[in-house]
């Protein structure tokens, strides 16, 4: 089966900068796309930022200009570094992806377990 398996979050003062991956494995046919939610306590859950297997992105205004999301094929990978954090940043981040598993004719969607993200001084 497909597991996402997520890292880098934790505990991070305003101005400061985390590093989030997350590495797609299991049985894949190809990733059509991955990329980042978060969800604060008492929000819905919210699209970060995305990449393409062709390379394009989607971000969040609210993290455009902050953060940026980059991918490595080669290892099913996709990471956000996140800069200049800021408190309303502070939520659960989880790890999404659009990927054909094994044995399948279409994407199907997947979601890590989520990784706390809190900033705070």
């Known amino acids: 089966q497909v597991q996402l398996l997520e890292s880098g979050g934790g505990l991070v003062q305003p101005g400061g900068s985390l590093r989030l991956s997350c590495t797609a494995s299991?049985?894949?046919?190809?990733?059509?796309?991955m990329g980042w939610y978060r969800q604060a306590p008492g929000k819905q859950r919210e699209l970060v930022a995305r990449?393409?297997?062709?390379?394009?992105?989607n971000y969040a205004d609210s993290v455009k200009d902050r953060f940026s999301i980059s991918r490595d094929n080669a290892k099913n990978m996709v990471s956000l570094q996140m800069n200049s954090l800021k408190p309303e940043d502070t939520a659960v981040y989880y790890c999404?992806?659009?990927?054909?598993?094994?044995?399948?004719?279409?994407?199907?969607?997947?979601w890590g377990q989520g990784t706390q993200v809190t900033v705070s001084s």
């Open positions: 999404n992806a659009q990927i054909r598993p094994g044995g399948s004719r279409y994407n199907r969607d997947f």
């Open positions: 299991g049985s894949i046919l190809s990733i059509a796309s």
């Open positions: 990449i393409f297997s062709g390379g394009n992105t």
